[in-house]
């Protein structure tokens, strides 16, 4: 969707094997031992479930990402621009986000009643009535106003059953590296959307980088992110999640208008 992102809504990727036999029993027989092999790696998908059962259990938490995506030119020339978030959750209502992107500064912020959206560029800011909880206000935002935002799933109490719901392949791909952190690498197909995530290893693994690519845009283009800085036990009193509108801003509609132009979902 757009330059604001806390958290994603579709990904995935599939593995392909094509078999070719000049005789038709050995060609039979591969199909069939294809057929027999599970969509989703059983190990992607048991670390993938692992990883959303620890994000589930934790109440508070906050994180940081540094994203980077593309946008296509009207030449068609990929450009490539980034964005920084500081990210913060309470089950079941509360949840705030500010965002400073080569293009924007933002401020999300929802306690429950109403979400606010403030442009600190155009000193601007929109309100809307919001439901009591976080998974219903994500819902609300999407389907009312067009606001669907990467890696929304982490913020679902199963975030496990949102990432997987249009998945149609995955893949178990090792271990991998994120800068320093050794991690599992983890890879999925979506009908529209590829995606890769990059989970940390231990008791209390925690996704540590996506990668989704829009298959079916113009040049393919790409959404990078960089999660750090977790804090599972985040003690995030009310004041970080209302809002008050600075001296000189000014209240504008709540639409696409006001918010973050579409580009990297």
Known sequence: ???????????????????????LAVGACSTLAMADQPAVDPKADAILKQMSQTLGASKSFTFDVHAEFDQILPNEQKVQFAKNQKV???RPDKLAADVVSDADELKFRYD??????????TKSWGAAAAPSTIEQTLDLLAQKYGMVIPLADLAFDDPYKCMTEHVKAGLYLG????FDEK???????????DW???????????????????????????????????????????????FEAPAG??????????????SAR
């Not at 429950?112 to 560029?121: D, M, S």
């Not at 990668?211 to 283009?221: E, N």
Request: glycine share 6%; charged share 20%.
């Open 88 to 90: 913060t959750l309470r």
């Open 1 to 23: 969707m757009g330059n604001f992102d806390i958290i994603l809504v579709e990904r995935t990727m599939k593995a392909r094997n094509v078999f070719a036999s000049l005789l």
């Open 183 to 193: 991690c599992e690498h983890l890879a999925f197909q979506q009908e529209s959307v």
């Open 249 to 262: 801003s000014k209240q504008v509609e709540f639409a696409p208008a006001t918010q973050p132009s579409a």
């Open 196 to 242: 890769q995530i990059w989970i940390s290893q231990g008791e209390k693994p925690l996704p540590k980088k996506f990668v989704i690519t829009f298959k079916q845009v113009l040049g393919s283009p790409q959404y990078t992110a960089y999660l750090n800085d977790w804090n599972l036990a985040a003690n995030a009193g009310d004041d970080r999640f209302t």
């Open 175 to 178: 271990a991998g590296y994120v």
């Open 112 to 121: 429950g009643k109403q979400v606010v959206l403030f442009n600190a560029q």
